[in-house]
């Protein structure tokens, strides 16, 4: 015969928190060894953290020292406040925070935690259940806590977030040499992308754009003049591409012409492999070149794209 488990209120097992359940937990807490898979070897109730008493501090084989905070309710912010607080001032490795019902918004929020490789933080929810007649038992389920994928999307998002600050550093240095040599780009504001552009002035759809990457950068023409447009963005970059050795005379080198084949839109670009956001002791070198081969890029397309302009609005005009 199997019998039924049936949940039992907290409170009736554990009348009051700090007075029973923390003190039952201190006698038995081996059950969180079982049930997050840790090993504690000691845990001493009430432990003073400033001007804060925490619920429980324990340790374990290693000696780091273990807080844990109890909550026969519904998680809260006040504690989890208290919680980051205790860990601080204790200067703990381990945080287990134990509630009856955790929020939605508390479990994103320890697990955003533990992408931080300086804590461990466990969300615990307790319950007490009981067979039949038995007595009422403890029933702890990790909600969250610390995994090794934690701490690395942690990482990559701290990766992600240097990168963005020191794309936004070059670009800033790259728009501060361009105005002093062009009006092209001065009505833009460094963003934290790999790009940056300008309308071209003379047609929807086309810009001229800055690109870095970790070690290069480059300046483009990039064609995409709306949504389902690949035909016509298609017919544009044909168009100026029969004009190819020109625009490559006045240019001074040769360009890369992509049509980007299975992709909506095209470009003519021009590599600058002096350096990327990566090679800061180069950024005045890299945005000297770039600057200077957007100015010859524009001056070279100018004309054919004035004529392109010219030819479609006579088009519509018919």
């Known amino acids: ?50 001007d804060f008493s925490v619920d429980l501090v324990g340790e374990d084989n290693a000696g780091q020292i273990v807080i844990i905070e109890n909550q026969l309710e519904r998680s809260n912010h006040d504690h989890l406040g208290k919680l980051i607080t205790y860990l601080t001032a ?37 319950e007490a259940i009981k067979i039949g007649e038995s007595p009422a038992a403890p029933l702890l389920t990790l909600i969250t ?26 670009w800033e240095g790259l728009l501060s040499r361009a105005k002093e040599k062009t009006k092209l780009h001065a009505n833009i504001s460094p963003g934290q ?16 754009n800055y690109a870095v990457r970790r070690h290069d950068a480059q300046v483009e023409l990039y064609i995409d003049v709306g949504k389902e447009s690949a035909e016509a963005n298609r017919a544009i970059f044909d168009e100026l591409q029969e004009n190819k050795d020109a625009i490559e005379e006045s240019f001074g080198e040769f360009l890369e012409w992509e049509s980007l084949e299975g992709k909506r839109a095209c470009r003519i670009k021009k590599g600058v492999p002096v350096a990327g956001w990566q090679d800061e002791e180069r950024w005045p070198e890299a ?23 010219t030819g479609r609005n006579r088009v519509s005009a018919h």
């Open 287 to 309: 945005h000297q070149a770039m600057v200077d081969a957007m100015i010859r890029l524009e001056e070279a397309l100018r004309p054919h794209l004035q004529s392109l302009n």
């Open 193 to 208: 992308h790999n790009w940056i552009g300008t309308s071209a002035g003379l047609s929807h759809g086309l810009n001229l």
């Open 145 to 170: 806590g610390p995994s090794e994928e934690a701490v690395k999307a942690g990482d990559t998002k701290k990766e992600l977030a240097e990168r963005y600050l020191a794309r936004e550093r070059f």
């Open 90 to 126: 204790l200067e703990a490795k381990v945080a287990i925070w134990i509630v009856s019902e955790p929020r939605a918004e508390h479990v994103k929020a320890v697990a955003w935690l533990n992408e931080s490789s300086a804590a461990a933080f466990y969300l615990v929810k307790v």
């Open 1 to 50: 015969m199997i019998g039924k488990i049936d949940r039992v209120k907290l409170r009736e097992v554990w009348k009051h928190e700090a007075l029973d359940f923390t003190t039952w937990l201190e006698e038995n807490f081996d059950v969180l060894n079982d049930a997050l898979d840790l090993q504690l070897v000691g845990v001493d109730r009430e432990q003073n953290a400033g």
